[in-house]
């Protein structure tokens, strides 16, 4: 059985948190929203002018003072802003303070014990989204707003915040709408149906107004989730063929301690790299080797369970070694993964392509020095290459659905599919119309109109404290 839809609006009380990061900044900012929010504010905030009424969405300047004891607590800019022009739709407060945490929670303290509870994550979105202001895929773009990583990324979601995805999603149920009209009708006059159900403008008004922008949607999905979540390649390879330095190379900054020791990286170290719009999450490892002390021991073991959720592997030889037998065993434990050959070090050695396609088969292989920076440019090349199978696609303006509206949207397609078989073997309305309506949920799901509380708290559980 499942859960039964979100229809509840927020409850009547005021919640507060504190909206910027932990530690020292230029300011930090309080949020409150609910009814309650004007009422604390006019019993902590001191404006500077006294006879200056709090007036809606415009900054007052004055002190934040203990109601007992009148001591001030800080000199801020505060602003009420009345329901519903608001984040939340309800009344909204924001002190603007000074950026100490030590402050900020002095405030946040006062502002609870006057009756606000500590907002719980995303709690002010979602009530933004149960007060009707943005649908499921705004929210939802908000949280990919707050992670995105690279330009492209931030670009996505920025267009489904904008209600692209929303538009869409509801053009196409716009078009299941109609077709269920059809067979409502069909389903009331049973002794007309073949008259009212024409198979051949419904199937065909499916596969252009539905089955065919879900299709879009779905390889939209597929392409956007490389841009959006980032892919992770790890470095792999013996001690000492220069996968820290390769790390070094690639980020352009001396992040990992590169020696002539082998064995010198003990743990692994990740960062985020930008290739082409796509964050690629690094990973460098201790080099795998038999017979190491403890530490690296561990080092090893932690490189194993990384490779484990590669999506790339970056196999580093060392060309002035040529291909060792402990590549050759290295290079059969990884080789259910998709993997780049990187030959390294091509400045003191040369290891001839021929030798490594008659070691490596066709894996692919990029030369490069990783202190010397040679072939730096090519491996980023070849990383963006592999990871998007050669295919072009744009990010510019395009309407990604993320991967739980993407699993929405297959429902939809495969519900819609069914509707076409039943059409096409002449079914009876109703079975049309349970698919149909099926269809309907599935990108209801999408949108928060038939979500359920579960999914949610699921989805509002990713955001931070005073979002
Ligand atoms: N000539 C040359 N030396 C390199 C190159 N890349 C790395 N080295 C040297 O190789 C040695 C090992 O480099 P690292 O980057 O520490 O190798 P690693 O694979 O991370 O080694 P472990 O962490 O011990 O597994 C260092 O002395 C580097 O300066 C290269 O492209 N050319
Ligand atoms: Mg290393």
Known sequence: ???????????????????????????GIIRISGSQALPILEQLFSPAHSSSQLISHKLHYGWIKNPQSQAIIDEVLAVFMAAPRTYTREDIVEIHCHGSYLVLEEILDQIVKLGASLARP???TKRAFLNGRIDLTQAEAVIELLQAQTKESLGLAMTNLQGRLNEVVGEIRQSLLSLRAIIEVAIDFPEDDVEIINVGNMTSQLQIEIIGPLEDLISSADHGKIYREGISAVILGRPNVGKSSLLNALLKEDRAIVTAIPGTTRDTIE???????????????????????????????????KLSSADLVLFLIDASDGITEHDRNLYQYISDKPILLVVNKIDVGNLEPEQCFSEFGDTPCVAVSATQHEGIAELEKQIFTMVTKGEKWDPGHSCVPNLRQRSALKRALESSILVTTALKSNMSADLLAIDLQSALDHLGDIIGETTTEDVLDMIFDQFCIGK
């Open 271 to 305: 960062e985020v790299l930008n290739i082409r719009g796509m964050p690629v999450r690094i990973v460098d490892t201790a080099g795998i080797r038999d017979h190491a002390e403890q530490v690296e021991e561990i080092g090893i073991e932690r490189a194993r369970q």
């Open 122 to 124: 995303g709690e002010f």
């Open 1 to 27: 059985m499942t859960a039964a839809p979100y229809t509840s609006v927020a409850e009547d009380t005021t919640i507060a948190a504190i909206a910027t990061p932990p530690g020292p900044g230029g300011i």
